[in-house]
């Protein structure tokens, strides 16, 4: 009985020690558990703050400084800031603008190949992609690396077929060579300045007149390019790096409008005028300057062109003749007294205009062309109509004049109205101040029979 007894007492005092001995082991593996999961919260702390310090530089800014960002603004058009002073490269920067682009707008390349597509209008796509290959080797370095970095994003094929809702390299190419190309721009440009102005001071209109296409409606953009004292706004569409309409921070305006030509039989030294004008904006800081570049007569383009300047005292109108001119071919300037061609006349004071004909005498006329001559005829009643001096306001009155016929809310270039069936942006613009308002054509549906004006701000610091 008593060694029963004493039997399970030790059987009690063993299980005790062994409970001990099990839990001391427990607590031993918690606590090393429990420091390693400590030591690994730490380390998932503290480790991206050690990564983001021993980052590149591009990579740094990519992340923090973000020198490429795009906005949909009211679904009305797209703003895009490019900022290049913290010294990232163009091709770079032409990558991150691919992958902003990807991003923001993830069917960009189905748009861009439907405005291809448009814009061909059922030509051979191949001898366009060809010309546009062409050129490309004969273009600014800077200006080719920004491109070839936007096409490392967005383009997904080497077929080169428009409609296929996709993008190659090539089509991308020519998408940057439209105006150059394609030449679908049947625009118009007016300005007042002086005498005619509530302040003496410039107020300058442009229309930019396209195909009514959906897809590249929904592409306008307003991009801003800081780099200091080249920082120039370029009024155009995602992507397109040259300049249709734009200014620089020196105040000087540039407008392209096209007229009726020929292209030339060779391309090797062909330029694109849309990144000449660019350029021309980057560098130089009055109109006289700028356009004095772009008609150098070493500068070989593929078809003939006009390009409207504007700066705070002043408008002109140069016209690039470079093949099909009359008897005495110019690359100059147009001023409100220039001598005109054999039945044009102006006879404004302070005013110049332009649609899709040269003017200056012995140029090549083509009045007859594009509904030149209907729309000439409504920009001179518009001017001089109103007795007392013009406003903003009233700019943007005659840039917005559509004569309309009955049951029709827009007109059209036959008719003589400067805002038609075809325009995508109405732009006014005065240098003094940077004031700058557009109406953009609704990306879905008709024009509407007034066009809706935004103010846009442009900041380049």
Request: glycine fraction near 6%.
């Amino acid at each position: 009985m008593i060694e029963g007894e004493i039997f399970k007492m030790e059987k009690r005092k063993i299980l005790i020690i062994l409970r001990i001995i099990l839990s001391c082991f427990l607590l031993g593996v918690l606590g090393v558990v429990g420091v390693n999961i400590q030591r690994y919260s730490a380390s998932k702390i503290t480790q991206p703050v050690v990564s983001e310090i021993q980052q590149p530089v591009v990579e740094t800014a990519e992340n923090s400084a973000r020198p490429v960002t795009i906005q949909n603004i009211d679904n009305k058009y797209y703003k895009i800031t490019i900022d290049y002073n913290n010294g990232i490269s163009h091709k770079e920067i032409g990558r991150l603008l691919g992958k902003e682009i990807v991003n923001k707008i993830p069917d960009y390349a189905i748009k861009a190949d439907e405005s291809l597509e448009s814009l061909i209008n059922g030509d051979s796509e191949y001898s366009f992609v060809e010309d546009a290959k062409q050129i490309m080797k004969n273009l600014d370095k800077d200006y080719v690396d920004e491109i070839d970095g936007i096409v490392s994003q967005i383009c997904s094929t080497q077929d080169d077929i428009a409609g296929d809702k996709k993008l190659s390299k090539d089509e991308f190419y020519l998408f940057n060579l439209t105006a150059d190309l394609l030449r679908p721009v049947q625009c118009s440009a007016s300005s007042v300045y002086g005498s005619k102005t509530t302040d003496g001071k410039t107020i300058t209109g442009r229309n930019l007149d396209f195909d009514p296409i959906p897809a590249l409606k929904a592409l306008s953009a307003v991009t801003v390019f800081k780099q200091g004292d080249k920082s120039f706004c370029s009024i155009g569409f995602v992507g397109y790096m040259g300049v249709l309409s734009g200014f620089n921070n020196n105040k000087v305006f540039a407008a392209v409008l096209d007229t009726e030509t020929i292209k030339p039989n060779k391309l090797n030294d062909i330029r694109s005028y849309s990144l000449d004008l660019r350029y021309a904006l980057e560098n130089n800081k009055t109109l006289d300057n700028a356009a004095t570049f772009m008609a150098d007569k070493n500068h070989n383009y593929y078809r003939d062109h006009i390009i409207f300047f504007s700066d705070p005292n002043t408008s002109k109108v140069l016209e690039n003749d470079l093949r099909i001119g009359g008897t005495n071919v110019k690359r100059q300037l147009r001023t409100a007294t220039s001598q005109l061609n054999d039945g044009e006349t102006w006879g404004i004071s302070d005013s110049v205009v332009s649609v899709n004909s040269f003017e200056l005498k012995g140029n090549y006329n083509s009045m007859g062309y594009a509904c030149n001559t209907e729309r000439w005829e409504t920009f001179k009643k518009l001017i001089t109509y109103k007795k007392s001096l013009i406003s903003f306001d009233d700019m943007k009155g005659i840039m917005s004049y559509t004569n309309t016929a009955k049951y029709v809310d827009v007109g059209n270039q036959a008719d003589g109205s400067i805002y038609n069936i075809g325009t995508i942006q109405n732009i006014v613009f005065r240098p003094e101040d940077m004031r700058l308002e557009i109406a953009f054509a609704p990306w879905n549906g008709p024009l509407s029979s007034k066009p809706n004006f935004i103010s846009i701000p442009i900041d380049f610091k």
